[in-house]
């Protein structure tokens, strides 16, 4: 039976700790638990079983994920999802998942153009969006983190979501990827979260950062004691438009059972 969460920490992950909570929120009540792996449980020790209903891939950075995991992690990983199981990938998670990655190609010092291995997700993943979205390339900071809207097709509905630094998706020709929702942005619509079928288990892969509340971002906000002015307009965006950012994370979620 599958009744765990598991997420993704090791080297070039993120804080967790808002993927965590928002996880344990919406699972719990449904008696599955979450935990954490790291590489060494993905290719030594077999963690990746009929137990675990979905693994999470969080934020971070790509290239330390193809370094800690390389041939043998990708290919216990796709097997995983080919048995059955759901690999959803968040922001880098969702870069690493894809055909190929095009990150700040524009930008000489930021620029990343590879293939990861893993292959889930039938598209290039393509960021950032700092000029659509009117803020600073790729930064550890709320410099480049700005409220989006997206819109998920299956019902036409508007949802506000945190953005930092993830992709959006082209698709490659003859794929099987499903698009469910698009980014907003003035007047351009371009793949934000996408779903893709892979022998008994699914992909799903979010640019956005769907599990930051705006009091998770709070939280972060007063460890850093900067950037005050710019992280409070963030926030605040957030914090009115959770119930639409709560909607979208749990319309998400529901599509973690399309195989069961």
């Not at 796709?78 to 524009?106: H, L, M, P, Q």
């Not at 009091?215 to 972060?220: A, D, E, F, G, P």
């Not at 460890?223 to 605040?236: F, G, P, Q, S």
């Amino acid at each position: 039976m599958r009744n765990k969460i598991l997420i993704y920490c090791d080297y070039g992950t993120n804080d967790i700790s808002s993927l965590k909570h928002s996880l344990e929120e919406y699972f719990a009540p449904l008696k599955v638990s979450y935990g954490t792996i790291d590489a060494k449980g993905i290719v030594n020790e077999d963690c990746l079983n009929k137990n675990v209903l979905a693994f999470f891939m969080p934020g971070g950075r790509a290239t330390p994920y193809i370094e800690k995991l390389k041939v043998q992690g990708n290919q216990k990983i796709i097997e995983y999802v080919r048995n059955g199981g759901v690999y959803f990938g968040i922001c880098a998670g969702a870069y690493y998942a894809s055909r190929k990655v095009f990150f700040e190609t524009d930008i000489k010092e930021l620029s990343i153009i590879q293939e990861c291995g893993l292959n889930l997700i039938d598209a290039n993943a393509i960021g950032t969006l700092y000029k659509e979205l009117n803020i600073s390339p790729y930064t550890m900071d709320f410099n480049s983190i700005a409220p989006v809207k997206v819109r998920w097709l299956k019902d036409n509905q508007s949802h506000t979501a945190s953005y930092h630094g993830g992709p959006y998706f082209s698709p490659i020709a003859g794929s099987r990827l499903q698009v469910l929702a698009e980014y907003e942005l003035n007047g351009k619509s371009l793949p934000a979260a996408v779903m893709q079928p892979h022998g008994q288990g699914i992909a799903i892969a979010s640019g956005l950062h769907i599990e930051d509340s705006g009091k998770s971002l709070r939280r972060i906000l007063f460890d850093l004691r900067k950037e005050k002015a710019r992280a409070e307009t963030v926030i605040n965006v957030l914090e009115a438009e959770e119930p639409s950012r709560r909607a979208l994370f749990e319309k998400l979620m529901q599509k973690i059972y399309i195989s069961r």
